[in-house]
C-alpha cells in the first residue's frame, strides 16, 4: 500500500525532498539552496496546477526566477569584498510589504473568482503574494523572511491539507519548525555583523 502511495506521488515526494534541501541549505546561508529551490519548483509547477491552485502553480515559475536571481545575489555576495550580510527593515517598510500583499492578494482572488475555477482564491493569492515579498526577502537577506514564511507557511498547511496534498502539506509543518532555526541563525549572524 505505501509502495503505491509512493508510485503515485512520486513527483511531489521529490518536490518535498528538494524543498527541504532548499531550506535547511538557506538556514546555513548556501548557496546550493537555491539549485534545490528551482528543481523543486519546477516539479510543484505541475503539481499546484493538476491541484486547481492556479496562483500557486504560477509562483512556482516565479520562485525559478527568484532562484536564479538569489544566486546571481549570493554569488556576488561570495565573490565580494562587501558581503551580502543579514539585516533588517523599518516598521514602515514592513507595513508597505503587508499592505502589498493584502491589496495584490484581494484583486487577485477577485480576478480568480470571476475568471477561474480556482479553489479557494484568497487563501491562494495571500500566500502567493506573501511568498513573493518573502522570497525577495530572502534573496536579500532580510532576517524578517522568516516571520513572513512562518505566518505564509501556516496558512498553506490548511491550504493543502484542502486540496489532498497531504506530503506538502507535511513539508510545510517541517518547514515551521526549520524556519525556527532559519530565524535564530540568521538572528546570530545579525548580531556578529
Known amino acids: 500500500m505505501i509502495f503505491n502511495y509512493l508510485a503515485q506521488n512520486w513527483i511531489e515526494i521529490t518536490a518535498v525532498i528538494f524543498a527541504i534541501c532548499y531550506l535547511v541549505l538557506a538556514v546555513k546561508q548556501n548557496i ?13 509547477f505541475f503539481i499546484m496546477r ?5 496562483m500557486e502553480a504560477y509562483l512556482q515559475i516565479f520562485y525559478i526566477c527568484m532562484g536564479i536571481y538569489g544566486w546571481s545575489q549570493w554569488r556576488i555576495d561570495a565573490s565580494s569584498s562587501a558581503p551580502l ?7 514602515s517598510k514592513h507595513f508597505s510589504a503587508i499592505s502589498l500583499i493584502l491589496s495584490l492578494s484581494f484583486i487577485s482572488a477577485l480576478l480568480l473568482e470571476l475568471f477561474s475555477d480556482a479553489v479557494l482564491p484568497f487563501l491562494d493569492a495571500l ?6 515579498v518573502a522570497t525577495y526577502m530572502v534573496a536579500k ?10 505566518v505564509i507557511d501556516s496558512i498553506s498547511i490548511f491550504l493543502f491539507i484542502s486540496r489532498d496534498l497531504w506530503p506538502t502539506a507535511f513539508l510545510f509543518g517541517v518547514y515551521l519548525v526549520i524556519i525556527t532555526f532559519g530565524y535564530h541563525s540568521w538572528s546570530k549572524a545579525l548580531k556578529e555583523k
Open 32 to 44: 546550493l539552496c537555491w539549485i534545490c529551490g528551482i528543481i523543486s519548483s519546477a516539479l510543484y
Open 50 to 54: 493538476s491541484a486547481g491552485l492556479y
Open 85 to 91: 550580510v543579514v539585516y533588517t527593515w523599518s516598521k
Open 127 to 132: 500566500v502567493t503574494w506573501g511568498a513573493v
Open 141 to 150: 537577506k532580510l532576517l524578517e523572511n522568516w516571520i513572513y514564511w512562518l
